[in-house]
């Protein structure tokens, strides 16, 4: 199987130390290493963009989980995590059955309910009261987003096995969705649901869902339960509120994208004989069957992203292991979760998509679903290996 062939060689690659790791001396917050002064300055424009603090102006709200993209990614430096986190819900039937919740004109909700509004927050999102499903999702660390993006829908398609012919217990999804910015068909990777394909897509969907500014990719404004009118009470602001600098002809969304492409991965930790032990043992048992040591990118005129080998430890497919959060979206069914890189996990708290786990070993004590071979492998090793194996992981 592809899936098996790819793994062999990725940890091969990771083990040894050969192959091109890109941004390898870069650190956290960084850009990619050897981009040109062009590229240099659209880096720096966008990470001025990530950092702005909004105002209702300027077009935030009326709805809102955050003030600036830097509020949920500060954590150890601006790309990282944070605290906050965003809240959605819906409704599960007698049958079991998923589904929106109804406002009160009986027509759907959206399922993200935002946490502040501005004043006089008669716009306010608020949650009906016959909500039985509520998820929470932390932010996912935006470190090396563009070579994310530079991974060819093929090989993501290619490690897909949704009916297990392989008979290993794991049947991956490969998240296929409708590009927003492009109105193609693209393999989704972004985001806990694998939602978006590509990073002006994610700019632009977390620019409206997050802060409420409306753009050319989404133009129009959502608060949950909130009447079109209202809406237009509480934002009088022409929609869409982002549009291009007269002199660059650019929009903030296209200064993320930038500032997102330019970001450099994260830097790997100290690589000790006994990291190089808990990397095998990480295999052995199976953990490594979904989260992928090594992808790597298309080939590109662009050098940086030419071929490169991303050491993210993830497959980037959809998974049932036990830990999704019970709200179905794009492509993904309530129960799946996208396999969660793990580069930079050492400096990542909390886990898991709704951040109830402290510590690595919380986290895999939650695995259920396809990751229950790989759970029992974990309980029944021997302290010596499993202390090698949280090693490794301390590593990333």
Known sequence: MIRRAVLACATLVVLLGTGSMPGQSAGFGDPLPGLLPAEFERFRIGLD????????????????????????????????????????????????????????????LDTLFHLFSTPPHS??????????????????????????????????????????????????????VTDVGTGRARVGRFGWKSQHATLRT????????????????????????????????????????????????????????????????PPRGPITGAVQDGERVFAQIGCAACHIPVLQTESSRHPLFDRKNVPLFSDLLLHDVGTGDGIPQASALPHEI?????????????????????????????????AEDARRRFEQLDPARRSQLLAFLDSL
């Not at 949920?72 to 599960?92: D, F, M, Q, T, W």
């Not at 009906?128 to 993006?149: D, H, Q, S, T, Y």
Request: hydrophobic residues 40%; contains cysteine; negative net charge.
């Open 202 to 265: 994610f700019s632009a969907d977390a620019y409206r869902n997050e802060m409420g500014i409306t753009n050319e990719l989404f133009p129009q404004e959502l608060a949950a339960g909130v009447a079109p009118a209202q809406l237009k009470r509480c934002d009088p602001a022409p929609d869409p509120e982002d549009v291009p600098n007269r002199r660059t002809r650019l929009a903030a969304i296209d200064n993320f994208e930038a500032f997102l492409k330019f970001l450099a991965p």
């Open 123 to 176: 716009c306010q999102p608020r949650i009906p009261a016959e909500a039985n499903v509520i998820a929470r999702r932390v932010p996912i660390p935006v470190f090396g987003a563009g070579l994310v993006e530079a991974i060819p829908d093929e090989v993501l398609q290619g490690l897909a096995d949704p009916d297990d012919r392989d008979g290993d217990g794991i049947s991956g999804r490969a998240a296929v």
């Open 338 to 370: 996208r396999t969660p890189a793990l580069w930079g996990l050492r400096v990542r708290r909390p886990l898991l998509h709704d951040g109830t786990a402290s510590t690595p070993l919380e986290g895999i004590e939650r695995h259920r679903g396809e």
């Open 49 to 108: 963009d990530f950092l702005e603090v909004e105002t209702a102006e300027e077009g935030l709200g009326p709805a809102f989980n955050a003030t600036s993209c830097a509020v949920c990614h500060n954590v150890p430096a601006i790309g990282g995590v944070s605290l906050v986190s965003e809240v959605r819900a819906a409704y599960r039937d007698a049958s079991g059955n998923i589904g929106p919740l109804s406002g009160p004109d009986g027509s759907p």
